[in-house]
């Protein structure tokens, strides 16, 4: 199974001030068909987890513009570019390129 | 509005069976893949299960397979995560997720599922 492998685990992080987190594919994630699934959810304290981006950077409706997902092949990023109170969470990663889907360990995002 | 609300959850003995219920509204199951996926404490989220739209197929992580049994009931709109030969290792948050394609667009609230005695 693809290993995904997310940075750091634990983000405390001041209000307004930006905030990235990393995750890594043991494999490339590049679909035969051209596209590339990786996902970032968000885990807000009780609740379930919904939807933030789709392959690689695609927001999904709703979601903040301060919300921003790059990178490529085996390395991508979350980006966060002014934290709000609102953003206080867990958020991981998932690949659906390959065959089980796999998760990532979640990060944490906790204000300073 | 598209709405997953799961129940079945429990504390169950070792050995003993479960079964986990997905009332699905705003959309019809039998038209998406639909998954089981959990996570135990402190531990990442684990595909579980996906029943397919095509022909009802289904899939089972390794894990539980030959243990857990995936089915859809179209008239009730409601898929069904039947657990039997429950283990500890079961212990975990049961969710009931949507497919969109390569993604995931909708998650049930969860349902814990405890195996101890």
């Known amino acids: 199974d693809v290993v995904m492998t997310q940075s750091p685990l634990s983000l405390p992080v001041t209000l307004g001030q930006p905030a990235s987190i990393s995750c890594r594919s043991s494999q490339s994630l590049v679909h035969f068909d051209g596209n590339t699934y990786l996902n970032w959810f968000q885990q807000r304290p009780g609740q379930s987890p919904r939807r933030l981006i789709y392959?690689?950077?695609i927001r999904d409706s709703g979601v903040p513009d301060r919300f921003s997902g790059s990178g490529s092949g085996t390395d991508f990023t979350l980006k966060i570019s002014r934290v709000e109170a609102e953003d206080v969470g867990v958020y991981f990663c998932m690949q659906a390129t390959h065959w089980p889907r796999t998760f990532g360990q979640g990060t944490k995002v906790e204000i300073k | 509005e598209v709405q997953l609300v799961e129940s079945g959850g429990g504390l169950v003995q070792p050995g003993g069976s479960l079964r986990l219920s997905c009332s699905a509204s705003g959309f019809t199951v039998s038209a998406y893949d639909m998954f089981w996926v959990r996570q135990a404490p402190g531990k990442r989220l684990e595909y579980v299960s996906v029943i397919a739209t095509d022909g009802g197929k289904t899939y089972y992580a390794d894990s539980v397979k030959g243990r857990f049994t995936l089915s859809r009931d179209n008239s009730k709109n409601t898929v069904y995560l039947q657990m039997s030969s429950l283990r500890p290792e079961d212990t975990a948050v049961y969710f009931c997720v949507k497919d969109s394609g390569f993604s995931f667009d909708y998650w049930g609230q969860g349902t814990l599922v405890t195996v101890s005695s």
């Open positions: 392959k690689i950077s």
